[in-house]
């Protein structure tokens, strides 16, 4: 229960955030981390459209924000694997699969050294590949994936929202 207080937190402080400034890409960014967070405590269609929207903001910060393409092309690569997995049609699950598969590509070119992204890289390949014999053990890998980023992303979200509260309190104490 925490954890969701803490992401509508996070939410409306983006939504805020983007009121001001709508070309702040790390704002975007964080914006789609959490709604990405919040569709897990959702369901069906609702999750989905949460997913849609976060995939719209990580999509607008690629652009806005090239310095952190590697963290937002990951970001996008989950987004396509949590809407696969709540596709029922297989054929259309597949093609989110493929396009997880080209972002984690992507962010693992754009960041070699990074462990998350190859592992990420690895999982959807092996997966889209046998995509057509799917059954529930790669259903729950990729949950294991899938929560291995949620992970990440309240690792993440802690402390942008930890900064930003720090940097706030430095700006109230000067004036």
């Given at each position: 229960m925490e954890m969701l207080l803490s992401l509508e937190r996070a939410r409306k402080s983006a939504e805020t955030s983007y009121a001001q400034n709508p070309l702040d890409g790390d704002n975007l960014a964080r914006w789609g981390r959490v709604l990405l967070n919040l569709a897990r405590f959702e369901h069906g269609a609702e999750s989905k459209q949460m997913i849609s929207d976060a995939t719209s903001k990580l999509k607008k910060a690629l652009t806005l924000n090239p310095?952190?393409?590697?963290?937002?092309?990951?970001?996008?690569?989950?987004?396509?694997?949590?809407?696969?997995?709540?596709?029922?049609?297989?054929?259309?699950?597949?093609?989110?699969?493929?396009?997880?598969?080209m972002f984690f590509k992507q962010a693992s070119d754009a960041d070699p050294s990074n462990d998350l992204y190859r592992k990420s890289l690895d999982a959807a390949?092996?997966?889209?590949?046998?995509?057509?014999?799917?059954?529930?053990?790669?259903?729950?890998?990729?949950?294991?994936?899938?929560?291995?980023?949620?992970?990440?992303?309240?690792?993440?979200?802690?402390?942008?929202?930890?900064?930003?509260?720090?940097?706030?309190?430095?700006?109230?104490?000067?004036?």
């Open positions: 310095k952190k393409k590697h963290d937002v092309l990951w970001c996008l690569g989950n987004a396509y694997t949590s809407y696969g997995l709540l596709t029922t049609d297989m054929d259309a699950a597949a093609l989110y699969f493929e396009k997880a598969t390949a092996k997966s889209s590949k046998k995509k057509k014999s799917i059954n529930i053990n790669y259903d729950i890998f990729y949950w294991v994936i899938l929560a291995a980023g949620i992970v990440a992303w309240v690792g993440f979200a802690k402390s942008d929202v930890s900064t930003t509260t720090t940097a706030s309190a430095m700006n109230t104490s000067e004036v």
